[in-house]
């Protein structure tokens, strides 16, 4: 993949703008099968322990909780502000960390710890030491230099003392909710957050010793405008995050409530759109950061983005990590573990899981296997996603194959977008080109076999 730029092409991302998966995982979440349950994960985590070479282990934490909604959000949460919900999530969390644990081996460690929501700062300092210190008691968790305890944060309900109290605990990366800093679009979609709020905490992170600081952003939200963008962008850069992730804002009420709330003669038209991201990509790229892929940037020093240059850059349902060598241990309403060859989920909704673990279950109620062809499709897809190259040779050596022949309708479908220059294939191998990096979504999806399904479900739009 070239990497040095990134090409803006306005009519190819109009043409290839069309619904399709993020790839965070393959399959994707849509095709986890309500047939596999606790029997089911226990056997995949007693298998994972076999591996000749265990693998490390990553822990995400869901706490679903928020005080005040955001319209345009799209995530699993509960809208509260009765802090003493938290308390009573933290007693079924605690019941499925101690019926989580046995299933891994002691040795093996825990190279990463991240908090999702919702808002995880919804819990004091206090609660989430509390966290913290049962994961430590119930798993091994690595000393080693690159361990990340990572954290999702609203600036708005968080300060300066706060931080120093969550870098007590261990934590060292956190993430910030921007969005916008147009009074404008924040009424619209329900945010209002200052820039000094979210400028003391960015700053705060660095005087006590995080390694790594990311802002979230997103263009397409309703009220937006290329002037009123731009000065968040540039509000936003001269912070200096290390991490910046530009996301395209998904209108889908029918699937997301709090969606309704927002007024659809707002939002910008579809050129408007497409200039806000260009905005986007030539603003960072003037500041030096480096393009990753899929909505994210990074500065150049920042091991996400060395990661990618190693080809040691990996996705999962946490975004992109640099932890590729690392089962993934979900836990919390919501959560998906991925475990050997299975992907499993807990209950999307509060009552469920909680009646689980109070009969003393682990809550999983979906997930699935991955046969040979699963497993090929996503390493596949994971190259794409994360180096923009797959070679032939390689696949078709791990999983005793002829490249050509296995593939021959996926290499059909991805004839057209050879031709319009977004992906080359020579030397038996695929390269993504410049013009191609903001369409690796499309690129993958010529290797989706469950697209072909007729039922496949709405996904949100590329750009």
Not at 91 to 101: C, D, H
Not at 216 to 238: E, H, M, W
Not at 266 to 289: C, F, K, V, W
Request: glycine letters at 6%.
């Amino acid at each position: 993949m070239d990497t040095t730029t990134l090409a803006f092409n306005a009519d190819l991302l109009r043409r290839y703008d069309r619904p399709g998966p993020r790839y965070t995982s393959y399959p994707t979440a849509p095709q986890f099968q309500n047939g596999f349950g606790e029997t089911e994960l226990r056997a995949v985590a007693a298998a994972s322990n076999e591996e000749p070479i265990p693998r490390r282990l990553s822990l995400y934490v869901h706490v679903p909780f928020c005080a005040s909604p955001c319209f345009y959000c799209g995530c699993n949460r509960i809208i509260t502000r009765d802090t003493a919900r938290g308390e009573a999530y933290l007693v079924r969390l605690f019941r499925e960390i101690a019926l989580t644990a046995p299933l891994f081996d002691r040795d093996r460690e825990v190279i990463q710890l991240h908090f999702g929501g919702g808002t995880p700062n919804f819990l004091s300092p206090v609660q989430l030491r509390e966290v913290v210190d049962t994961l430590r008691s119930h798993f091994r968790f690595s000393d080693a230099r690159d361990r990340d305890i990572s954290i999702e944060l609203d600036p708005r309900f968080v300060d300066a003392d706060g931080i120093a109290a969550l870098a007590r605990i261990g934590f060292n990366r956190a993430s910030f909710g921007v969005q916008d800093f147009d009074p404008l679009v924040q009424e619209a979609v329900n945010r209002i957050q200052s820039v000094e709020e979210t400028r003391v905490v960015v700053d705060a992170c660095r005087t006590h010793g995080f390694r790594s600081v990311n802002v979230d952003l997103i263009y397409g939200l309703p009220k937006q405008n290329i002037d009123g963008f731009s000065r968040t962008l540039d509000t936003v850069v001269a912070m200096r995050p290390d991490r910046i992730a530009v996301y395209g804002y998904a209108h889908m009420p029918h699937l997301f409530k709090p969606q309704k709330q927002i007024v659809e003669a707002d939002l910008p038209d579809a050129e408007t759109r497409l200039a806000l991201l260009q905005r986007a990509i030539e603003r960072l790229g003037d500041a030096g950061y480096v393009y990753i892929g899929m909505d994210h940037f990074a500065l150049p020093d920042d091991e996400l983005a060395l990661a990618r240059e190693r080809g040691s850059l990996h996705r999962n349902f946490m975004g992109y990590t640099t932890h590729a060598d690392s089962d993934l241990v979900g836990l919390g309403v919501s959560a998906i573990s991925h475990i050997g060859d299975s992907f499993s989920q807990n209950p999307r909704d509060l009552p469920s899981w909680q009646a689980a673990l109070d009969e003393g279950r682990l809550p999983v109620f979906r997930g699935m296997r991955l046969d040979t062809d699963d497993q090929l499709r996503a390493d596949l897809i994971q190259q794409l996603m994360c180096s923009g190259e797959v070679s032939f040779a390689a696949l078709e050596r791990r999983y005793d194959i002829d490249f050509a022949q296995y593939f021959a309708d996926s290499l059909d479908k991805l004839r057209p977008l050879v031709e319009d220059g977004l992906v080359r294939i020579e030397n038996a191998r695929i390269a993504v080109t410049s013009r191609g990096r903001l369409l690796l979504r499309n690129i993958a999806m010529c290797f989706d076999r469950y697209l072909d399904q007729p039922a496949t479900p709405r996904f949100s739009r590329a750009i």
